[in-house]
């Protein structure tokens, strides 16, 4: 099988892509590279913007995964505009061509964030949407308008994913439990903005092991689901990442906990994904850390500004290297 992985060069893809090779699967990544190449040799390499990506381009996958966009909320408040053409368009856009192309399913990465801030109780995939913010909004735009393509013979599938966290080949320092470990292994200090909100949190294993169970699921299956290893309050996250670090690594560190607003709180249910994917996960917060430390030394230039998406948005924003075609014409 052929799969076309849309921004497989990103921190998800660059664990997802090897996993893929490992299965026998033929990969190709069409990317923008943003933040450099870090995938294996025997992946296929496409340098490009989605939106140059033809009908005839895609008539070679079966399967096609769009891991592309703006992936965080600063990266989306930074340039609202562009963040509907990557977060909305780009999706909607491929998803039309593969379609065209007869692929057969399309794998769509969207995100736990579009439940906004929510009353504490635990929401599956029927209960409301309500983000009123950029990234939350774009993400729901590309999830509508790629499920509204879906038909017997096209399968589409959204993983709606929590924050996920634990050591890519591309790293990102940015994400909640990653940011707290450099934090407490840096600084011997990790920051609870409010320990009171909910997130589902997903360890890059976990959430690799969710596009392997869609990419083979039945070809019948088309649907929403969401998608994580476990569901924690952010103060329970901060004492967890904090244990994991002294018990691991033997150093003492310090929680400072604030009581900041947060227009997100959401935990979820995966009782979907587990009923139709067979998607269990196996990491939980003590094991994300683990897996940070044992690759501790492949990260530890903290300031690299490609951990962190917002700085590298920035720079390429200054040197003009961001436009999307889609701006330009
Ligand atoms: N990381 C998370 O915690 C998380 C949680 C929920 C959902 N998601 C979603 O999962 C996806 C992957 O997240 P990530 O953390 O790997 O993101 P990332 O920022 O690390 O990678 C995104 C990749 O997409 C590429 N890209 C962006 N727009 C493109 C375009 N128009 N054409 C070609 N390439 C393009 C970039 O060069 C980059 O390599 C994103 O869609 C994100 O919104 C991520």
């Known amino acids: 099988m052929k799969i076309l992985v849309a921004g497989g060069a ?10 893929l090779i490992d299965r026998g699967y033929e990969v190709d990544v069409v990317d923008l590279f943003w933040f450099g190449n870090h995938l294996p040799a025997e992946a296929g390499i496409i ?22 966009g703006l992936s965080n909320d600063p990266m989306a408040e930074f ?6 053409i990557f977060n909305a368009a780009a999706p909607a856009y491929l998803a039309y061509i593969a379609k065209k192309a007869h692929v057969k399913r399309y794998v769509y990465a969207c995100s736990c964030s579009v439940y906004g801030y929510t009353d504490n109780e635990l929401f599956d ?6 983000s009123s913010y950029p990234y939350g909004i774009s993400k729901l735009q590309g999830e509508q308008a790629v499920m509204n393509l879906a038909s ?47 997130r589902p949190i997903l360890s890059i294993e976990d959430a690799t092991n969710a596009y392997i169970r869609a990419l083979e699921a039945s070809e019948k299956i088309s649907g929403i689901f969401n998608v994580a290893s476990g569901n924690y309050t952010v103060g329970e996250v901060g004492d967890l990442v904090r244990m994991a670090i002294e018990e691991q690594l033997g150093l003492r560190v310090h929680l400072t906990i604030h009581h900041k607003k947060d227009f997100r709180n959401y935990k979820v249910s995966i009782q979907k994904a587990e009923n139709m994917l067979s998607f269990h996960p196996n990491y939980d917060v003590k094991c994300i850390v683990k897996q940070l430390i044992e690759n501790m ?7 690299n500004p490609q951990y962190y998406n917002i700085e590298t948005l920035k720079l390429l924003s200054q040197t003009n290297s961001l436009r999307s075609l889609a701006e330009i014409a």
Do not use: C
């Open 297 to 303: 030394e492949r990260f530890h230039d903290w300031d």
């Open 79 to 84: 340039s609202p505009s562009r963040n509907f």
């Open 152 to 198: 017997d013979d096209f399968s589409v599938i959204s993983l709606r994913k929590g924050t996920v966290s634990g050591y890519s080949p591309r790293m990102r320092l940015d994400l909640i439990i990653n940011t707290m470990f450099k934090n407490g292994v840096r600084n011997r200090e990790i920051i609870v903005n409010n320990p009171s909100i909910w």
């Open 47 to 68: 340098h490009k913007d989605i939106f140059e990506m033809s009908v005839q381009d895609l008539e070679r996958y079966q399967q096609v995964v769009f891991l592309a």
């Open 125 to 130: 995939e029927t209960r409301s949407v309500s």
């Open 10 to 19: 990103g921190y998800l893809g660059s664990a997802l892509v090897p996993r």
